[in-house]
């Protein structure tokens, strides 16, 4: 599996229709209208994102890696 960066994350969320809620210091904070999950992606620079926190975000999100 790829990983990606925290910022490239963002904009693949934002095209699936979520809406950035808040930002807390380098925590993106996003939601979706119709859905109580919030997501919370870490934008430290440009550094990757851990395997496991991408699958959970992406199984929250319904992204499968070819969206990535």
Excluded: F
């Amino acid at each position: 599996m790829k990983t990606i960066s925290g910022k490239k994350l963002c904009k693949t969320i934002e095209a699936k229709g979520w809406k950035l809620k808040r930002i807390n210091g380098s925590h993106h904070v996003y939601s979706k209208q119709g859905r109580e999950e919030l997501i919370v992606i870490p934008v430290h620079k440009n550094y990757n994102i851990k395997i496991g926190l991408l699958k959970s975000i992406m199984r929250i999100a319904d992204i499968n890696e070819n969206e990535l």
